[in-house]
């Protein structure tokens, strides 16, 4: 079954201890990207990575770190945790496409089912 | 970058009623429209897409529509259930160059009265 598994699903920490949130795809997706979703905010993208060792910005970087060492996982790092980055995070994976202009997303992205973080 | 904007962020309707959400985005070169549906608790998924070649297109009760002089694209539900209460994200984007940075519209929750 294809799928984006992120874990943990749950997570209760304190302040100033690193976390990592894991997010694995089976579908060799070469896009991979991070949302964090805030009420009123909608969907953030935090970080994505186009293939494996490319990773970018994306809107709301600050306090997140991430890998690509393999194309299947993606994981989210945490170094020192804030109450402001308490929040629903989810994973996503996409196809990419070459065109003429360069790798581009064909456009339908799957979501991991999301992990609740909470830092006091 | 792309300034997408949602509308309704909240939408309440009765079954049977129809419900449409309009999403406007700034991004002239956007070519790809799709809608994502998020149930309580779970990831979103693509629920319907258009490209930028056709004005309309329909999937059952669903449907969207894309008016690209406006620079917006509408999704239609008729004939609403309660299994369709959910939060719907709009997601524009080009599919020339660089468009891994993803921009998303802010939700609407919709909630369907039985």
């Known amino acids: 079954e294809a799928q984006v598994t992120q874990n943990p699903r749950y997570l209760i920490t304190v302040t100033g201890k690193k976390l990592t949130v894991t997010c694995s795809q089976n579908?060799?997706?070469?896009?991979m990207s991070w949302y964090r979703q805030d009420p009123g905010l909608g969907l953030r993208q935090i970080y994505y990575?186009?293939?494996?060792?490319?990773?970018d910005k994306g809107d709301v970087p600050e306090g997140y770190k991430v890998s690509r060492k393999e194309k299947r996982n993606f994981p989210l790092i945490l170094e020192s945790p804030s109450p402001n980055q308490t929040s629903l995070y989810f994973c996503a994976s996409s196809r990419s496409l070459e065109t003429s202009g360069g790798p581009t997303n064909t456009g339908e992205l799957f979501f991991g089912e999301g992990s609740r973080l909470t830092v006091l | 970058g792309e300034n997408v904007e949602q509308h309704p962020s909240t939408l309440s309707v009765q079954e049977g009623d129809s419900a449409v959400i309009k999403c406007t985005y700034s991004?002239?070169?956007?070519?790809?429209f799709p809608w994502y549906k998020q149930e309580l608790g779970k990831g979103s998924q693509l629920i319907i897409d258009i490209r930028s070649n056709v004005g309309e297109k329909k999937d059952q009760r669903i449907a969207v529509t894309l008016n690209k002089t406006a620079k917006h694209f509408s999704l239609h539900i008729t004939e609403t259930q309660p299994e369709d209460s959910a939060v719907y994200f709009c997601?524009?984007?080009?599919?020339?160059?660089?468009?891994?940075?993803?921009?998303f519209g802010k939700g609407t929750l919709l909630t369907v009265n039985p």
């Open positions: 579908m060799n997706h070469e896009y």
């Open positions: 997601r524009p984007s080009s599919r020339g160059g660089s468009n891994y940075k993803l921009t």
């Open positions: 990575s186009m293939n494996v060792e490319v990773t």
């Open positions: 991004d002239s070169a956007s070519n790809y």
